[in-house]
């Protein structure tokens, strides 16, 4: 529970970058509060059957949260000097205040918290979905469990509630992954001459219609940021174009590029890149020699359908009941990773109903010979999958949500297929389409692998648009290609990895921003000021 003393340290404001705080309008403000407790009621009709709903409430409404996390060498004694209501006893304490929305965005930035964890800093991770709880939650256990790491759900956008935030996480700085921003959050931030950083930013055509809408509040919200890390020159532009400075704005690639890539255990051997040592979900995967072996999997081709929602598990199966028709692929093995657990149900009906022969990972159903769909219906064991596979279908772009990570698959060498609707990650699409790592229906940058391991030029459609069924079957036709000629589907996973391991800088880059900021701001900090807010 925040104590009566938890104020952010005090600060010299004439040694601080000079900044206006801009206050979002009014109509705004009273909106959030009228919203206030219809929002607390969808709260409890989403999550009071589950054990941690009086926590969710506690933290969402900043009744109570953890205790802050702590540098590792004073862990006891500063836990004891909270208890105890004295942050001033905390010394060499650093709080990294971050917000990632969901899965997705928790997933982005996990490589940036290690790198800022390694650099001596804390991180306060919040979440707004139970799914991004439950990723941070796993992801960064071990850290929670030694104090470098604190995690709650977010808080709502009052400023009460936010005040009371503040003052238990005494953050030097904030940070909020891709787009997720509220108003009187950033607001409060600036007022308190705490630097906010947008991370990783990213800004579609149809979020920037969005925005536009309320273009007094967004407004506010781009002035209060201290700085922006805009992935692609189109998302810079819009962001300019809703009131933020030029000299905000810095342009440093995309944080997808950056997960742990594999490392070949035999130096001798670096073709055998599916045998590797994977990092994924924040443990090891040690992906032997005889893993495949031991699955049944030996000799068969193999592609997995990974993250996928309602509406592509359909057209999936499809995909597969054609594959297995044609003689050469007769003994095919299709893996299909459902994004959300709680669809993994409906999934396993559907294949049912499909009439192939399925056996299932969560009741450890052996794979036999005759097993046609494999359903990874478990957690945390994405990259193994993508790792075993020949090639590797990305969900989230058969339907219209936006398309979930290629880099993924591409880091493991496996080549990938993804539909058209990648607004998510266009701009990492492209590029690994340019290498033929990537195909994707009518992507103008494709380059396709040749025989002789070059990838030839790129080429336009014919046509500007093309209809979902027409895409569908081009996917088709590139899987099979793929599948019938692994050489070559080897080779452009080759090639996407050599596109992955190439674009790593973007994580220094982004780290070196963020760093900057915070030294900028780091002076004394703000204790009287939020101590006499609170009182």
Not at 125 to 152: C, E, K, P
Not at 475 to 483: F, G, R
Request: proline letters at 5%; aromatic letters at 6%.
């Amino acid at each position: 529970m925040p104590s009566s003393d938890n104020s952010l340290p005090s600060s010299d404001k004439s040694t601080q970058p000079s900044r206006a705080v801009y206050k979002p309008p009014v109509y705004y403000q009273v909106t959030i509060g009228l919203l206030k407790p219809l929002y607390r009621l969808q709260v409890w009709r989403r999550s009071h059957k589950r054990d941690n709903y009086q926590q969710e409430v506690q933290q969402r409404f900043g009744k109570r949260y953890p205790a802050p996390p702590m540098p590792d060498a004073n862990i006891k004694s500063n836990a004891t000097a909270i208890e105890n209501g004295n942050h001033k006893e905390c010394n060499g304490k650093k709080v990294i205040w971050c917000h990632a929305v969901s899965l997705g965005e928790t997933n982005t930035v996990a490589p940036l918290l290690d790198a800022l964890l390694a650099k001596g800093y804390q991180i306060w991770l919040t979440n707004t979905t139970q799914t991004g709880y439950a990723r941070g939650a796993s992801r960064f256990a071990d850290d929670i469990v030694q104090g470098r790491l604190s995690h709650s759900y977010v808080p709502v956008d009052s400023p009460a509630v936010i005040e009371t935030f503040l003052a238990h996480v005494q953050p030097v700085a904030a940070l909020f992954v891709e787009t997720e921003l509220w108003a009187n959050i950033l607001t409060k931030l600036s007022e308190h001459h705490i630097p906010s950083v947008l991370v990783n930013g990213r800004l579609s055509a149809s979020s920037f219609k969005s925005y536009q809408k309320i273009g007094a509040v967004s407004a506010s919200m781009m002035k209060n940021l201290s700085l922006i890390i805009a992935q692609d020159n189109e998302s810079a532009k819009r962001f300019r174009q809703l009131g933020a400075h030029s000299a905000q704005i810095r342009v440093a690639g995309s944080l997808k590029w950056v997960i742990n890539t594999p490392k070949p255990k035999n130096d001798n051997d670096n073709d055998d890149i599916k045998t590797a040592d994977i990092v994924n979900d924040g443990a090891d995967l040690d992906l032997d020699l005889d893993l495949d072996l031991d699955l049944g999997i030996a000799d068969r081709p193999i592609w997995v359908a990974a993250s996928t929602h309602s509406g592509e598990e359909e057209i999936i199966l499809s995909w597969q009941q054609q594959i297995l028709s044609n003689p050469l692929l007769a003994n095919s093995l299709l893996i299909i990773v459902p994004r959300h657990p709680e669809r993994f149900g409906d999934v396993a009906e559907l294949i049912e109903k499909s009439g192939l022969a399925m056996a299932r990972r969560s009741v450890e159903d052996a794979i036999s010979a005759n097993t046609q769909v494999y359903l990874a219906d478990s957690m945390g064991e994405l990259m193994r999958w993508y790792a075993l596979a020949d090639v590797a279908l990305v969900g989230g772009s058969l339907v219209d949500i936006g398309g979930h990570n290629p880099v993924e698959p591409a880091s493991v060498a496996t080549p990938v297929l993804m539909g058209s609707y990648t607004q998510s990650c266009q701009s990492v699409v492209d590029k690994l389409a340019s290498v033929g790592a990537l195909y994707q229906p009518n992507n103008v940058f494709y380059s396709a692998i040749s025989a002789n391991g070059q990838a030839s030029q790129p080429h336009c459609s014919d046509s500007k648009q093309s209809s979902s069924d027409d895409d569908d079957n081009l996917l088709y036709q590139q899987l099979k290609y793929w599948l019938s000629h692994l050489t070559l589907a080897k080779q452009a996973g080759r090639a996407g990895a050599a596109m992955t391991k190439q674009q790593q800088a973007v994580l220094h880059r982004q780290l070196s921003m963020i760093e900057s900021v915070i030294e900028q701001y780091a002076k004394p900090s703000f204790e009287q000021d939020l101590s006499q807010d609170v009182n």
